[in-house]
């Protein structure tokens, strides 16, 4: 499988891309998963891990919004991970991930995940090489149980977001009184390591890609939001699903009223 190089991958929707286009075809895919999620939870056979990667400003939180907003909550849960807490930190890395595995019959959205622990640990050099050559190997032994061993599939998704339009969207939260809550202090020095950052994630695609990343231009929000639901809806469409049946009588007769 070829190497992933973030800088050689293009961080906005392509010229043939129509917008309006594409928006009329995103209201025709959520309508389907809104379906497909429906059926994933009555048949009770397969679950989806929907992992968001991505600097921040990239746009995971809209993607949660627009994508799995419109879905029965029912069926759909969200886990965003920050700083381990002190309990969290006193176990292994995988841990408190883990806990927050979906279960059959369920979505679950990852807003970060397992790979902040071989991104800003990395980047800042918290943990040393060897540690990451670990965590590497324990995050695709992870992810495998899960794929092997619970009928988990796993979408990956890296929201490629150039440095430009990152720092125009931290400031836009400086001075939108509706995104005024998002702003963090922290965010305006972490974009600063951009290229660091862009560095850990190429190699966090070379040793972590047994189940591919699909990495998504993330400048046009519009376009980031269109190829996530795609790409969901694809998934879940190849799964074949069907709803349950009533069982059968000892006669291997459906069972009436």
């Known amino acids: 499988m070829p190497s992933i190089r973030l800088a050689d991958i293009p961080t906005t929707a392509p010229k043939k891309a129509d917008k309006e286009q594409l928006n009329e075809e995103m ?3 959520l309508k389907e998963l809104d379906e497909l999620q429906n059926l ?24 949660i919004r627009d994508v799995f907003g419109t879905m029965n909550p ?34 679950q ?29 324990a995050i695709n032994d992870f992810e495998k149980l899960l794929r092997d061993h619970n009928n988990t599939h796993i979408l990956k998704f890296y929201l490629h977001v150039s440095p430009e339009a990152q720092w125009g969207r ?4 400086t001075q939108d009184p509706r995104k005024m809550w998002k702003y963090n202090e922290k965010d305006f020095s972490e974009a600063k390591l951009h ?24 400048d046009h929000n519009w376009y980031k939001e269109y190829l996530i639901a795609k ?7 190849s799964l074949k699903m069907k709803f349950p049946r009533l069982p059968k009588n000892k006669n291997n007769q459906d069972v009436k009223p």
């Open 231 to 237: 790409t969901v809806r694809d998934t879940l469409k």
């Open 74 to 107: 029912m069926g759909v849960l969200v886990q965003p991970f920050k700083a381990p807490t002190p309990q969290e930190a006193d176990h292994d890395f995988l841990w408190r991930i883990h806990r927050h595995a979906p279960a059959k019959g369920m979505i």
């Open 195 to 218: 290229k660091k950052y862009q560095k850990a994630y190429d190699d966090v695609f070379k040793h972590c890609n047994k189940i591919p990343w699909i990495i998504v231009p993330a």
């Open 170 to 173: 931290l400031e836009e939260r």
């Open 109 to 137: 959205v990852f807003n970060r995940s397992h790979y902040e622990d071989v991104l800003v640990q990395r980047v800042h050099k918290w943990v040393d090489e060897d540690v990451i050559a670990k965590r590497f190997s």
């Open 27 to 29: 209201q025709r895919i």
């Open 40 to 63: 994933l939870y009555a048949e009770h056979k397969h679950s989806l891990l929907v992992v968001l990667q991505g600097m921040d400003a990239s746009g995971k939180d809209g993607v």
